[in-house]
């Protein structure tokens, strides 16, 4: 047993420094804190709590009917696990720029009470990592009075702005526990052809920004034949670990952190988390640093690679609701489509299928369905992509809009899109 394991306490103990009212930041992604989540929702005593986070991974108690009460979660990007809690209104959301989340922190906009986060044992100098997930968690650490660990031996340690000193923490539990994954799926034909035409538009010596999803895995698997790519980006998963290892990517020609990978944080495999491990070409910073878009216009032939729920006919991207119902979150779609518009040689591109829900719904219409959210506007959208096809909106009009963006459409649905654009005076 190592002799800093010796100070360790029972999760119990540890979130006995918790009270009544305060506001918790939780750790999120694959470095969400299972042990000390469990132990919180166990403590009956506790009441007012507000906890502040990214979407999270693994079991989540205190979403249950007997800790709701008493537990009320704040997302400000989120995920499967809270969208039916918001939307039943038992949870709440954040609307914010990835960017713009450090600051609600370190600014005391959010005052944080306690930060509970998962992190790598400490090396000989006592510094443990932020493992997988730096983004907001940064902020979080250095700003919130108590943090509360959970020191898990198979958290990977990462490089980049991802020390604290175990000093730092008021209280840790020691595991040994796998980490979330999330595996990648089976390609489907649309996948696979907006991968084709979304690759085409990446030079050599491009760097990249793309998340997690079948699109980017199909965009990764079809750069194989590219050169001297780079990687600037808030997340990646397997399909950039496989450019890496192929030799694709080399950093080689960045303008900024040249040499480096750079991310906020990862999701994926086992197979990710041990190659980032170490690894001194992989850098994590806070997602001010990865999505500021001061520093991402002085990167050259920046691609960003974005998706979205529904684009309507003037070029308006809703990215983060199905209406009313709040899907995932802002996050950093607009930081990175700015960016790549104002990179020299960038592109910026939002790549979608055309349908939804097996061909039933199209996903371009003539306009966002009631409450959708506006991510990226018309103003700053420039490449968009469906399996069939690929149109620049830069600098075009709204008539032109409409006719380029028909041209995306599925064939089903082109006559009515048409028929309902020539409706509008402008477009007579």
């Known amino acids: 047993m190592s002799e800093w394991s010796l100070s360790g306490s029972s999760a119990a103990d540890a979130v006995g420094l918790l009270r009544s009212g305060m506001k918790v930041f939780v750790h999120g992604a694959a470095a969400t804190p299972t042990s000390l989540l469990q132990a919180m929702a166990h403590r009956a005593d506790l009441s007012g709590m507000q906890l502040y986070h990214m979407h999270l991974e693994g079991p989540l108690p205190f979403l249950s009917p007997q800790a709701r009460e008493r537990f009320r979660s704040v997302s400000l990007f989120?995920?499967?696990?809270?969208?039916?809690?918001?939307?039943?209104?038992?949870?709440?959301?954040?609307?914010?720029?990835?960017?713009?989340?450090?600051?609600?922190?370190?600014?005391?906009?959010?005052?944080?009470?306690?930060?509970?986060?998962?992190?790598?044992?400490?090396?000989?100098?006592?510094?443990?990592?932020?493992?997988?997930?730096?983004?907001?968690?940064?902020?979080?650490?250095?700003?919130?009075?108590?943090?509360?660990?959970?020191?898990?031996?198979?958290?990977?340690?990462?490089?980049?702005?991802?020390?604290l000193h175990i000093s730092r923490l008021k209280a840790f539990v020691c595991t040994d526990r796998p980490l979330p994954e999330q595996a990648p799926a089976a390609e489907t034909a649309v996948e696979g052809r907006i991968g084709e035409l979304v690759a085409d538009l990446v030079e050599d010596r491009a760097c990249l920004q793309l998340g997690i999803g079948g699109i980017p895995d199909a965009v990764a698997r079809r750069l194989c034949h590219k050169q001297d790519l780079s990687v600037h980006t808030e997340m990646f998963s397997d399909g950039v670990m496989a450019l890496c290892q192929a030799g694709v990517v080399t950093n080689r020609y960045k303008t900024i952190h040249t040499g480096r990978t750079v991310t906020s944080f990862i999701s994926g495999t086992r197979e990710l988390f041990d190659f980032v491990?170490?690894?001194?070409?992989?850098?994590?910073?806070?997602?001010?640093?990865?999505?500021?878009?001061?520093?991402?216009?002085?990167?050259?032939?920046?691609?960003?690679?974005?998706?979205?729920?529904?684009?309507?006919?003037?070029?308006?991207?809703?990215?983060?609701?199905?209406?009313?119902?709040?899907?995932?979150?802002?996050?950093?779609?607009?930081?990175?489509?700015?960016?790549?518009?104002?990179?020299?040689?960038?592109?910026?591109?939002?790549?979608?299928p055309s349908t939804a829900k097996d061909g039933a719904i199209s996903r371009i219409v003539l306009e966002l369905n009631p409450g959708a959210g506006v991510v990226t506007t018309r103003g700053h959208v420039h490449w968009v992509v469906t399996e069939f096809g690929a149109v620049n909106l830069h600098g075009k009009t709204l008539r032109e809009r409409g006719a380029a963006l028909i041209s995306l459409a599925h064939p089903d649905f082109r006559a009515e899109l048409t028929h309902r654009l020539r409706g509008l005076k402008r477009f007579v």
């Open 78 to 163: 989120t995920g499967s696990a809270l969208r039916e809690p918001i939307a039943e209104g038992y949870a709440d959301v954040i609307p914010v720029f990835l960017s713009d989340i450090p600051d609600l922190f370190l600014k005391r906009s959010i005052p944080l009470d306690a930060a509970l986060v998962q992190l790598s044992p400490p090396d000989r100098h006592g510094y443990c990592s932020l493992g997988t997930s730096v983004d907001s968690a940064r902020a979080a650490v250095d700003s919130a009075p108590v943090v509360i660990a959970e020191i898990n031996s198979r958290m990977p340690r990462t490089h980049g702005n991802t020390s």
């Open 277 to 352: 491990d170490d690894n001194p070409l992989v850098e994590f910073h806070s997602c001010d640093r990865t999505n500021d878009t001061s520093a991402l216009r002085k990167i050259d032939r920046l691609v960003a690679i974005n998706s979205a729920l529904q684009i309507d006919l003037t070029g308006q991207i809703c990215a983060d609701s199905i209406g009313h119902r709040i899907y995932s979150g802002i996050g950093g779609q607009m930081d990175f489509i700015r960016g790549a518009a104002i990179s020299r040689g960038g592109r910026p591109i939002i790549a979608l």
